[in-house]
């Protein structure tokens, strides 16, 4: 189904009826949820409504986690200062804060000294993190988000007798690091079914099994949920995949913390700071609103302030250094803005979008922090894999991001001999470089791209189902929250809405950006927004008469709740 204004390719996916009046009789539920169910071929409708902290895989499946686990027993008991090595991210600083924290509950009182990476020295261990736990004799040091590629400085900490729990979830290279012991689901050997486990998932098994080890229940590890929710949204794991729901379990019980007004004080002073209403927060509040505040810490500040936000007890200091993210974030925004339309500008001049299948671009001294979120935003706006590099004088660095059909980082290991560094995963990666072996990367990486991608058209976006206008309801907007939390993997439903009538239409909000409209679809009016579609107001008044691809969403004006269509296109109705 092609878009009469988003020039998107639409598949409508099949729904067979049967299915869906045997869903909806055994769960005794609407149509349009059991639709919903039925289009996403989800084999246990019923098992996948009802869910819990009980549905959780032991952690006793992830190989070296009693390794870990015995090492961490012994440096408590013998109250042993330990080194904390961090990722920069907010999957690597809500790891490091529920390690800290449960170290501390543990009733651990030696030196726990936290490093977090940052933009400048890259990913990981870094020469002057060494030379600290070597000169200060730390005798244990554990990775939170990192680690599993750090062969040659796990190597040199071993000789001088350091022990090194590496926990990570990044695709491990075919050389291990000689570690004492290594938690990462993606292991060959490891049998833990969740491969797509973010580092703060690893941490929480971790601490699971760790509590019980030294008296304390395993349920107490449940305080850190909004942590591992927050981490699990940040690093863009899929929440469902193959029918694993775990990531998915953890959001939604990190949810459920925030809404009864748990959770760790830093996170709430700064949910209330957003103005946004704890007991009602969703995944999309988190991920658009709450995770790029905490992530400007390391694009254009100091990531610690992240990480002391999520582990101090004290409100004041809490709220201080909320303010400090802000205008961090301002900060962010504007060098982020700044950015988009110089790589826009290269865009135009360098890169040939009828022929090329990748976008690399790179300009002398970018902000290292900001160009993995223009790559994204390039990325989604074009549909193609893009590259951007910050140039510097010998060693440039580059911030990748991909899309579904295009593994990234298999791309770069075509090319790993070029690179200083590397990793990632298959949408997002990044990478230094010298700067004489740019050119013959982006020659390669194009032809492996233009390999790949040779048959791809261009993406086509899902539509979960065709709703009759008596299906839409408030009620079924209720009804659909039961297959939250949305995110990655689990995307909100869209929904067909056919042979609709426009009855008014209006261009509205600052610049008249967004698209208002009043629908009337059989005998039934519904009121319309479309975010950012305020340009197309012409083309809509125009058909009079359209398809709607759409979300269901609660409005609520002046004490009124209605149900509202969110518009994601408008289709011509002969092509639907």
């Not at 006793?60 to 012994?74: E, F, H, K, P």
């Not at 599993?148 to 001088?160: A, F, G, H, T, W």
């Not at 902000?367 to 390039?378: E, F, K, M, Q, R």
Request: proline content about 5%.
């Amino acid at each position: 189904m092609q878009s009469l204004i988003q020039k998107r390719e639409w598949k409508l996916r099949q729904l067979p009826s049967d299915r869906v009046f045997q869903i909806a009789t055994d769960l005794n539920c609407s149509t349009g949820l059991a639709k919903v169910l039925a289009s996403r071929s989800i084999e246990s409708p019923g098992q996948f409504l009802r869910f819990g902290l009980e549905s959780l895989n032991p952690p006793s499946l992830l190989a070296g986690l009693d390794r870990a686990v015995a090492r961490i027993d012994q440096a408590i008991r013998a109250n042993e200062r330990i080194f904390i090595q961090g990722d920069f991210d907010v999957d690597g600083i809500t790891s490091s804060a529920i390690l800290f924290r449960a170290l501390r509950k543990l009733g651990h009182t030696a030196e726990i000294h936290v490093e977090l990476s940052d933009r400048q020295r890259g990913h990981g261990l870094n020469e002057s993190g060494i030379r600290k736990i070597s000169a200060e004799n730390f005798k244990l040091l554990i990775t939170t988000d990192c680690g599993i590629s750090e062969v040659e400085p796990i190597r040199e900490l071993q000789q001088r007798g350091v022990d090194v729990i590496i926990t990570d979830h990044h695709q491990p290279p075919a050389e291990l690091p000689p570690a004492h012991a290594i938690v990462n689901p993606k292991l060959s050997h490891c049998p833990y079914p969740n491969k797509d486990l973010a580092a703060v998932g690893v941490v929480f098994q971790l601490v699971r099994a760790l509590y019980p080890a030294l008296g304390l229940p395993a349920h107490s590890a449940d305080e850190f949920l909004d942590l591992v929710m927050l981490g699990t949204i940040g690093d863009l794991v899929p929440l469902v995949r193959k029918g694993n729901t775990e990531n998915r379990v953890l959001v939604s019980e990190g949810l459920k913390r925030i809404a009864c007004g748990e959770g760790c004080t830093g996170l709430r002073v700064l949910i209330d700071r957003l103005g946004l209403e704890a007991k009602r927060l969703t995944s999309g509040e988190v991920g658009f609103v709450i995770v790029p505040k905490l992530n400007a810490a390391n694009r254009v500040g100091d990531p610690r302030v992240a990480f002391l936000l999520l582990t101090t007890p004290d409100k004041k200091l809490a709220e201080y250094r909320a303010e400090i993210l802000l205008d961090y974030n301002d900060d962010r925004q504007i060098a982020q803005d700044d950015l988009v339309g110089q790589a826009e500008e290269l865009i135009r001049a360098e890169v040939n979008l009828e022929k090329d299948k990748i976008i690399i671009i790179s300009g002398q001294y970018w902000n290292p922090g900001i160009i993995g979120l223009v790559a994204s935003d390039i990325a989604d706006r074009y549909s193609l894999p893009t590259i951007l590099i910050s140039r510097d004088d010998r060693v440039s660095r580059g911030s990748g991001r991909s899309i579904h059909q295009f593994d990234l980082m298999a791309a770069l290991e075509s090319v790993k001999e070029l690179f200083e560094r590397y990793g990632g995963h298959q949408m997002a990666a990044g990478f230094s470089i010298r700067n004489e072996n740019i050119p013959p990367m982006k020659e390669r990486l194009k032809t492996y791209a233009h390999q790949s991608l040779s048959e791809w058209k261009g993406p086509t976006y899902e539509i979960d189902c065709r709703l009759e206008p008596n299906e839409i309801s408030l009620d079924l907007h209720q009804e659909l929250q039961r297959l939250g939390p949305f995110g990655m993997g689990n995307p909100t439903p869209k929904f067909l809405l056919s042979q609709v009538k426009i009855a008014e239409a209006q261009a509205v909000g600052n610049g008249r950006k967004h698209l208002r409209m009043k629908v009337r679809a059989g005998d039934r009016l519904f009121n319309c927004i479309g975010f950012d579609l305020g340009d197309f107001l012409e083309q809509v008044y125009r058909a009079q008469q359209v398809d709607l691809v759409f979300k269901l969403q609660r409005n609520e004006w002046m004490g009124v709740v209605q149900a509202q269509l969110e518009l994601e296109d408008v289709l011509s109705p002969e092509l639907s």
